[in-house]
């Protein structure tokens, strides 16, 4: 079984329209089409760049603004899924649920039906400046191409959460990231690679870069998408598939094998998720 994926290093600018908006994503859609690609993940929190259309009287909006999209939101990559016949992790968009936002990543299928994943873990700029809440449980989606899981950002930075993820199936996680620097880029990027040498999975991340000079907290972006194997003779020495350029506007796209993943845990150099000491600590599966 293999699968073909693209990560989008998606470039935030002012906009007018939400026109504009959809003009952009379906762009990079058809850019990954030429490859053939079976999977598209956008990043964390693109769907900011909404904030920067002007509201009523030229006035600025705000996260608590963000919600108000859905309804389009859910509509378009609805519609780009079942149109390009591809799947698309859409990124995260920020909801409201029962009156709390709420950092969502929606995985939107050929067929019209739409799986999310919350964000599990709050970053604390998302608590005390967006006031953000955490999401309740973990979700690994079956797709005819394998089972994935969608981790946001922060959430790969917790060995935990991925250990649930692969006891529950997922041979894929998709990672839509959003950091502002160098310091945040790395943390993600790093533990990225620690998690799929832990569990014998793939990693495939991405996260915006650009600027939204009006949408406070998006001022700053450093993002570089990268598609990440585990550390062993079958795959590349760096545990690199493909990585872009930082910062630039561009996407990347590579195949992923799930037979090498098989053959790696059962005969591997290591057997990570084989040799866990489920005798010392909690066996997650």
Not at 238 to 250: H, P, S, T, V
Not at 263 to 278: A, F, I, L, N, Q
Request: proline residues 4%.
């Amino acid at each position: 079984m293999k699968l073909r994926v693209s990560a989008v290093q998606y470039h935030l600018h002012t906009i007018e329209s939400f026109e504009d908006f959809a003009h952009q994503s379906e762009h990079y859609i058809k850019a990954a089409l030429e490859f053939e690609t079976e999977f598209i993940l956008f990043p964390e929190f693109f769907t900011t760049q909404l904030l920067s259309i002007k509201g009523e009287g030229g006035k600025s909006l705000t996260i608590d603004d963000l919600p108000a999209f859905t309804d389009q939101y859910l509509e378009l990559f609805t519609e780009l899924a079942e149109k390009y016949n591809v799947h698309i992790i859409a990124g995260t968009h920020v909801v409201n649920v029962d009156g709390k936002l709420r950092n969502t990543a929606h995985l939107f299928y050929p067929d019209g039906r739409v799986g999310t994943q919350a964000k599990l873990h709050i970053t604390p700029t998302e608590v005390h400046e967006w006031n953000m809440s955490a999401g309740e449980g973990l979700e690994v989606f079956e797709t005819e191409k394998g089972t994935i899981a969608i981790l946001t950002c922060y959430d790969i930075e917790f060995p935990e959460i991925v250990r649930m993820a692969k006891a529950k199936g997922a041979d894929v996680i998709f990672c839509p990231s959003c950091t502002d620097d160098r310091h945040g880029f790395h943390r993600v990027r790093y533990t990225s690679h620690a998690r799929a040498i832990e569990n014998q999975v793939y990693v495939v991340l991405t996260g915006t870069v650009g600027a939204l000079p009006t949408v406070d907290f998006m001022r700053a972006n450093f993002g570089q998408a990268a598609i990440i194997t585990p550390n062993d003779v079958p795959f590349p020495p760096k545990g690199l598939l493909a990585e872009g350029e930082i910062n630039n506007d561009m996407l990347v796209t590579a195949d992923l094998d799930i037979e090498l993943l098989e053959k790696v845990r059962e005969k591997g150099s290591v057997t990570t998720w084989r040799d866990r000491r489920t005798d010392l600590y909690t066996d997650w599966s």
